[in-house]
C-alpha cells in the first residue's frame, strides 16, 4: 500500500522535478508515493474552492486516513508525523494526503479530514509544498526506521 498524494494544480513543474524525484526514489514500502495531481477549476474564489473540493472528494474513500495540508492546521514535528503515518499504515490504512487549491479546500472537505496537518505558520507555493511533502515522507521513513537522516 501506498501513501497517496492528492494535489490540485499543474503537474510538477521542471524546476520542482528533480527534488521530488530525489526524495521519491529514496522512499520504499509502505512509505512509497502515488501522486494523483487534479486539474485547477477555470474559476476564482468560493466557486474554484468549491469546484477543487468536489474533485478532490470525488477521489476519496471512506477507507482512506485524509491528512489535509492546511496553514491553519496542527503543527507537528518530524517524529510525530513518522509515527502518524506509520500507526495509520500498521492499521491497514489507506493514507492520502491533501495538497488543495490555490484557494483552498472548503468544509467538507476539512471535515472529512482525519488530521489537518500545518507545514508552517507560512503559506507556500503549492510546487514547493510537493517537494517539502515529499521530504517529510522520506524523513518520517527514515525515523521509522531508526537510520541516521534525522538528527535530535
Do not use: C
Not at 476519496?60 to 496542527?74: A, F, H, N, Q
Not at 500498521?90 to 493514507?95: A, D, L, N, P, T
Not at 490555490?102 to 505558520?121: C, H, K, M, Q
Amino acid at each position: 500500500m501506498s501513501i497517496r498524494i492528492l494535489a490540485v494544480g499543474k503537474k510538477h513543474e521542471a524546476w520542482i522535478i528533480d527534488g521530488v524525484e530525489r526524495y521519491q526514489k529514496r522512499l520504499k514500502k509502505p512509505f512509497d508515493i502515488k501522486w494523483v495531481i487534479l486539474p485547477h477549476s477555470p474559476n476564482n474564489g468560493l466557486r474554484a474552492r468549491q469546484d477543487d473540493s468536489k474533485a478532490i472528494n470525488m477521489r476519496l474513500t471512506p477507507s482512506d486516513y485524509v491528512i489535509l495540508l492546511d496553514e491553519k492546521g496542527e503543527n507537528i514535528n518530524s517524529p510525530s508525523l513518522s509515527r502518524l503515518l506509520l500507526s495509520e499504515i500498521e492499521s491497514s490504512k489507506k493514507v492520502t494526503i491533501i495538497i488543495g487549491g490555490a484557494y483552498g479546500v472548503d468544509n467538507t472537505i476539512r471535515e472529512r479530514a482525519n488530521f489537518v496537518w500545518s507545514l508552517s505558520n507560512l503559506v507556500f507555493p503549492h510546487q514547493l509544498v510537493r517537494l517539502m511533502l515529499v521530504e517529510q515522507i522520506y524523513r518520517a521513513q527514515e525515523i521509522a526506521g531508526n537510520r541516521s537522516y534525522h538528527h535530535e
